[in-house]
């Protein structure tokens, strides 16, 4: 018998017998997120809270050495598409992770789980992935996008005397799911609801239709820059009324906010004075390394590597074991810095979401917890999920 015909007759074999592949030597994680252009502080900080996870895990998921492979989406679907299929093609890694802006995350989800490669997503969780769009290779290990803003409208509906409501969103999935979740909690009267440009530098025009409106709080979301410049526009004009919004005013925005973003209220699935011992853990680390507060785009960057790690070591490092490790996760409990986390049968997280508010220290800004406002909350896509 030839070498080629022994070697199918053994690859036969061991098929029919189930054994299964060696453990890999390494794990390929493809890190794909946003690393030039406005937003690229936010990319930068959810990378630099990654390395720092696997740092503290060793340098290894399952306790097998990984190789991360870093790339820049610019937050750009089309540069997201072709650096993830260099990722898949060319690199050929295990996992994908990384991507903060839902318009990216909608872009690259089907060719990676096309590829039957897990798209185990650190932090935007699109609506319709969620939903009727969700898929075994897809986990949402960050936030599911409606949710943190479900939790603002639950607390200006349940909390505050707010009862007519101006709304401003940029004009791009993340916007949408950010007005959507809100309005689905929030029951007062909405007065205004403006979608922007991504990115648009100016907000006089929409804060005039603001001031005539005349409502009782403004409701927003604009993350990153986007944010520091509304903000800043929003205090300029003298309007004195609350501010609400979700992944807004936060500890990556308020220093360059200053005294505009004193009193703002915020939902978040992270704070850095959460009291838990991963928490805890984790600020120490992390203010020793690079000399300020963490955020929510570091803490979610770090938790995700106890998630790809309980991947990996509930197969034993045989990634050709897919329906295994899709299981481990579905049954698994983590805690996490942000607090506990499961994962919902659609595979997104039921997470507790928390009140924060920016306030003015000793040191400048920063955000301070105020309270619980779910423990935990499961989106409401999870019942058009065919995944049961």
Not at 72 to 92: C, F, H, I, W, Y
Not at 203 to 223: G, M, N, T
């Given at each position: 018998?030839?070498?080629?015909?022994?070697?199918?007759?053994?690859?036969?074999?061991?098929?029919?017998?189930?054994?299964s592949?060696?453990?890999?030597?390494?794990?390929?994680?493809?890190f794909?997120?946003?690393?030039?252009?406005?937003?690229?502080?936010?990319?930068?900080?959810?990378?630099?809270?990654?390395?720092?996870?696997?740092?503290?895990?060793?340098?290894?998921?399952?306790?097998?050495p990984?190789?991360?492979?870093?790339?820049?989406?610019?937050?750009?679907?089309?540069?997201?598409?072709?650096?993830?299929?260099?990722?898949?093609?060319?690199?050929?890694?295990?996992?994908?992770?990384g991507?903060?802006?839902?318009?990216?995350?909608?872009?690259?989800?089907?060719?990676?789980?096309?590829?039957?490669?897990?798209?185990?997503?650190?932090?935007?969780?699109?609506?319709?992935?969620?939903?009727?769009?969700?898929?075994?290779?897809?986990?949402?290990?960050?936030?599911?996008?409606?949710?943190?803003?479900?939790?603002?409208?639950?607390?200006?509906?349940?909390?505050?005397?707010?009862?007519?409501?101006?709304?401003?969103?940029?004009?791009?999935?993340?916007?949408?799911?950010?007005?959507?979740?809100?309005?689905?909690?929030?029951?007062?009267?909405?007065?205004?609801?403006?979608?922007?440009?991504?990115?648009?530098?100016?907000?006089?025009?929409?804060?005039?239709?603001?001031?005539?409106?005349?409502?009782d709080?403004?409701?927003?979301?604009?993350?990153?820059?986007?944010?520091?410049?509304?903000?800043?526009?929003?205090?300029?004009?003298?309007l004195?009324?609350?501010?609400?919004?979700?992944?807004?005013?936060?500890e990556?925005?308020?220093?360059?906010?200053?005294?505009?973003?004193?009193?703002?209220?915020?939902?978040?699935?992270y704070?850095?004075?959460?009291?838990?011992?991963?928490?805890e853990?984790?600020?120490?680390?992390?203010?020793?390394?690079?000399?300020?507060?963490?955020?929510?785009?570091?803490?979610?960057?770090?938790?995700?590597?106890?998630?790809?790690?309980?991947?990996?070591?509930?197969?034993?490092?045989?990634?050709?074991?897919?329906?295994?490790?899709?299981?481990?996760?579905?049954?698994?409990?983590?805690?996490?810095?942000?607090?506990?986390?499961?994962?919902?049968?659609?595979?997104?997280?039921?997470?507790?979401?928390?009140?924060?508010?920016?306030?003015?220290?000793?040191?400048?800004?920063?955000m301070?917890?105020?309270?619980?406002?779910?423990?935990?909350?499961?989106?409401?896509?999870?019942?058009?999920?065919?995944?049961?």
């Amino acid at each position: 018998m030839s070498i080629q015909k022994l070697s199918a007759v053994l690859a036969l074999a061991l098929a029919a017998t189930g054994a299964s592949a060696a453990p890999v030597s390494k794990v390929k994680v493809g890190f794909l997120t946003t690393l030039s252009g406005p937003q690229a502080d936010l990319g930068q900080r959810h990378l630099d809270g990654f390395r720092l996870g696997l740092e503290a895990n060793g340098g290894k998921l399952g306790g097998i050495p990984v190789e991360v492979f870093v790339a820049d989406d610019k937050v750009n679907p089309e540069v997201g598409v072709q650096a993830v299929r260099k990722l898949l093609d060319s690199d050929q890694v295990d996992f994908v992770t990384g991507i903060v802006f839902s318009n990216v995350t909608m872009a690259i989800y089907k060719p990676i789980v096309d590829k039957r490669t897990f798209f185990i997503n650190s932090f935007s969780g699109p609506s319709p992935l969620s939903g009727e769009l969700c898929t075994p290779f897809f986990f949402g290990a960050g936030v599911q996008n409606d949710s943190t803003y479900e939790a603002v409208g639950k607390y200006v509906a349940d909390k505050t005397k707010v009862r007519r409501v101006f709304i401003m969103a940029p004009n791009y999935q993340g916007g949408k799911d950010a007005v959507a979740g809100f309005k689905r909690f929030y029951k007062g009267e909405v007065v205004g609801e403006v979608y922007t440009r991504l990115g648009q530098p100016d907000y006089s025009a929409e804060l005039a239709q603001l001031r005539a409106a005349k409502p009782d709080a403004v409701y927003f979301f604009y993350p990153g820059s986007m944010g520091i410049t509304f903000v800043r526009q929003f205090h300029a004009a003298k309007l004195g009324i609350p501010m609400y919004s979700g992944f807004s005013v936060e500890e990556t925005t308020i220093h360059a906010m200053g005294e505009a973003a004193e009193g703002a209220f915020s939902s978040a699935v992270y704070n850095d004075d959460l009291k838990n011992p991963q928490n805890e853990a984790f600020v120490k680390a992390y203010t020793a390394k690079f000399k300020r507060r963490p955020d929510i785009y570091t803490a979610l960057g770090y938790d995700v590597v106890q998630v790809l790690d309980r991947a990996v070591a509930s197969v034993n490092g045989d990634l050709s074991k897919k329906d295994e490790m899709r299981a481990a996760l579905r049954q698994a409990s983590f805690n996490l810095v942000r607090g506990p986390m499961k994962f919902n049968t659609n595979q997104f997280p039921m997470q507790n979401f928390y009140l924060v508010q920016a306030v003015k220290g000793e040191t400048g800004m920063h955000m301070e917890y105020r309270g619980d406002i779910f423990t935990p909350h499961k989106d409401v896509y999870a019942s058009k999920c065919p995944m049961k």
